[in-house]
């Protein structure tokens, strides 16, 4: 039966019910005026169901989110109209959706914070619309989003921390858009996510830390994309990864052990252009079952190595198999290893169309040369070359490289240049120049060819820019300079690149802060310099860059910043100073950071925290990390200034015995205490208060008293004789050093809601952080 409270319609349909009663109960009289309060809140054009607690407003040719939606729909569809943008806050007055549908709608850009009061949605459709760019806060407040679909948008550019904010995520799918290239880090801060879709782009190359941090990934999809060559490096990264999709690319060989992934089960490798494939290609991926090798150009394939008894699949239909002698160790391996062959024979022709599976090692001989010319040109004639496209105008292309007009990309990788090609087509937009010998990059290297957006230099044993090397790249936004040789860069070295937006520069030689070298950049956001020799950091070495978001100084030796190192940036959202030989929290350098939402600061030696240590960050600070510093001892006042705002607080393997009161950390999400010797006696009783007043799983565990040792800080009850609400007493800590206890996984991110407890009184009924209206139930699963 359909519901009788939809639209307008509520009124007439208890009023002709009522009336044919002759009755007006009072209860019912309530219940009326209750109906028509909730059928007045739906907006016009809407329908609205005020028990399933959904609005539908599709194909109305709306241009703004209706504003008077009732707050406590959960379910909101808006499919089919011309919104055009997402402003920033466009949902705040529906806080409780769980399920948001924005197919259709025209949507051309989503403004920072279009999404911040949405902490319970789980799911999120923003498919067919117009959307080119991801920005960085883009999904900023999804902390429970657990589905995300983008497909068949515009999307070119993915930019670093876009989904920084969606820990919860487990489906990301940005099929049928303008990908060309995955840039390192492009998916940072996906904590969940199980299955990433990038099916149909035009992905041709993936850096080497494209999908780094996806270590819960079980499944990648590449497939119609144009990628050439499998990205060994790039896919080791990904741990956990059972299923990889890579057909329907144009790959032409796969050599010796390029496939190393150590949990993949099933690779799908069909349509590609595959004309070789190495018998040891897979020898790292110890437990790959199924191998789909369909529809390429393999005439032969010699046994896999290792004989894995795990694989169970090898499927090679589509393929002119030839089933001569040179077939047979295949085919004998097929059978003792019982490996299910799938495909055909295409000759000769006595075996034609023969199941490989159904062919006998007896029956797969060779002739003599004369009989398999003839037989492989009887053959020939039997099964005609389909008709071939003809072939691409002609493009500008150098010696020694490869240049697609299709695609506008030209490659030269490791093809031995000592000098930078020229005579490159003007409309290059990806120019591929890796691994070759340059040595120096001398002025106006790169003329005419004004539209590369990505120009690819690493190991190039590069040790010198000299000025303007890229004069006249003016639509340049990614360059590669990672793993050179370089030193030094003078204040000229990127004349000419008005739109540069990524600039990597790690694994160099650089021992100090090539400063002045960003004064001509005015659109840089992101720099990376790890892997270097930095010593310091000095005042004024961001001049020029003041739109810089992202810092990246991990595994330098950096032991001292100037107090006004980053004040040319007010800006920066992202700084990681991790791996370096810090003895302090660089506090006055982050006075003029009001914007940073993340700073790293693992493996440094930090050996205490003091007062108020993150007050200049506090009303920005989303995520710290303080894990493996040597932290000793912390101020009871180190938190101070932060507040509900962090989501993410990670202090493993520190020498703890205990922390400050996080009670004022109401939004946190993520929490790791573990490899700390906590001290469980009663000044650790404010902590095990709070642990179990918030949703959160606390990994923290007791290192002292010796009988507690290893207990979770939650499960021992030494608390129970501590004072209530007098002061606690002092007990003489313990001296001796404990073992450092197993190190375990990060905390756990916890659900959105968040208990408030008073700082001593034992705690009673806590209120939750959002409140909840009776019908709004929290969603569960998607």
Not at 505 to 534: C, D
Request: hydrophobic share 35%; charged share 20%.
């Amino acid at each position: 039966m359909s519901s009788p409270f939809r639209g307008g319609e509520a009124h007439s349909h208890w009023n002709g019910k009522m009336c044919s009663l002759g009755v007006w109960p009072i209860a019912l009289l309530l219940l009326l005026c209750i109906c028509e309060a909730k059928a007045a809140k739906c907006t016009r054009f809407c329908i609205c169901d005020s028990i399933q607690l959904t609005v539908a407003c599709v194909n109305k040719n709306l241009t703004e989110v209706p504003p008077s939606i009732d707050e406590i729909t959960v379910k909101l569809d808006l499919r089919g109209n011309n919104l055009q943008e997402l402003p920033t806050g466009a949902f705040s007055h529906t806080p409780y959706l769980t399920h948001l549908s924005l197919q259709r709608s025209k949507i051309l850009k989503v403004r920072e914070g279009a999404f911040r009061s949405l902490g319970r949605l789980v799911f999120l459709n923003l498919a067919y619309n117009d959307i080119e760019i991801l920005y960085q806060e883009s999904f900023d407040g999804l902390s429970s989003l657990k589905q995300l679909l983008i497909d068949h948008n515009r999307i070119e550019e993915i930019q670093p921390g876009a989904f920084s904010q969606l820990g919860f995520l487990n489906l990301l799918s940005i099929t049928h858009n303008r990908l060309e290239y995955i840039p390192n880090m492009a998916f940072q801060g996906l904590q969940n996510i199980k299955w990433l879709r990038l099916s149909h782009n035009a992905l041709n190359y993936l850096d080497i830390e494209a999908f780094a941090g996806l270590f819960t990934l079980t499944r990648l999809s590449l497939d119609n994309n144009g990628v050439q060559f499998f990205p060994t490096e790039t896919m080791t990264r990904l741990p956990e990864v059972t299923r990889l999709d890579l057909s329907y690319n144009p790959m032409t060989y796969l050599g010796e052990e390029v496939v190393s992934m150590a949990k993949l089960t099933h690779l799908f490798l069909d349509h590609n252009s595959l004309q070789d494939f190495s018998n040891s290609a897979v020898l790292l991926s110890p437990r790959l079952t199924h191998l789909d090798l369909s529809h390429n150009q393999l005439r032969v394939l010699q046994p896999l190595v290792p004989e894995s008894p795990k694989l169970t699949r090898l499927n090679l239909a589509g393929n002119p198999i030839y089933c001569s002698c040179y077939l047979r160790p295949l085919r004998e391996w097929a059978i003792r290893e019982r490996v299910r062959l799938g495909g055909a024979c295409r000759g000769p022709p006595h075996l034609s169309e023969e199941n490989l599976d159904a062919v006998q090692p007896a029956d797969l001989r060779c002739q003599s040369q004369e009989a398999m010319l003839k037989a492989e040109l009887e053959e020939m004639n039997r099964f005609p070359a389909p008709p071939t496209t003809p072939p691409p105008d002609q493009i500008q292309c150098p010696a020694n490289c490869v240049c697609e007009a299709e695609n506008h990309h030209s490659s030269c990788e490791n093809k031995g240049h000592t000098k930078v090609p020229r005579g490159f087509s003007p409309n290059t937009r990806l120019l591929d120049l890796r691994d070759n010998h340059f040595h120096y990059i001398p002025t106006n290297s790169f003329p005419g060819v004004p539209e590369v957006v990505s120009l690819h230099l690493q190991r190039c044993k590069i040790h010198e820019v000299e000025n303007g090397a890229f004069s006249g790249m003016k639509g340049l936004v990614y360059l590669y300079l990672s793993e050179n040789d370089l030193t030094s860069l003078s204040p000229d070295a990127f004349k000419g690149l008005p739109q540069l937006t990524y600039l990597h520069l790690e694994k160099n030689r650089f021992t100090q802060f090539p400063k002045g070298a960003f004064k001509l950049l005015p659109g840089l956001l992101a720099l990376h310099l790890e892997n270097n020799a930095i010593a310091k950091l000095d005042s004024g070495i961001l001049m020029g860059a003041e739109k810089l978001r992202g810092l990246f100084l991990t595994s330098n030796a950096i032991t001292y910043i100037n107090p006004r190192a980053f004040d040319p940036a007010p800006d920066l959202d992202t700084l990681h100073l991790g791996s370096n030989k810090l003895k302090e929290v660089p506090s006055t350098a982050l006075s003029k950071t009001s914007s940073l939402a993340e700073l790293r600061l693992s493996y440094n030696s930090i050996r205490w925290v003091g007062p108020e240590a993150f007050s200049p960050v506090g009303a920005s600070l989303r995520h710290l990390y303080l894990d493996n510093v040597g932290l000793e001892k912390m101020s009871k006042d180190a938190f101070t200034g932060l507040g509900s705002g962090l989501r993410s607080l990670f202090l493993e393997g520190n020498q703890l015995e205990d922390v400050p009161d996080l009670n004022p950390l109401t939004g946190l999400e993520a929490i790791n205490l573990a490899e700390n010797p906590l001290l469980c006696d009663c000044p650790l009783l404010p902590l095990r208060r709070w642990i179990e007043s918030v949703n959160l799983k606390v990994r923290a565990t007791c290192a002292y008293p010796p009988e507690l040792r290893g207990q979770k800080v939650k499960d021992v009850h030494v608390f129970k004789s501590c004072p209530g609400e007098r002061p606690y007493p002092t007990r003489t800590p313990y001296t001796s050093k404990a073992p450092k206890a197993t190190k375990s996984k990060p905390a756990l991110i916890g659900a959105p809601k968040v208990m408030k407890v008073a700082k001593v009184k034992p705690r009673k009924n806590a209120k939750p952080h959002f409140v909840q209206k009776p019908t709004a139930k929290k969603h569960k699963s998607v």
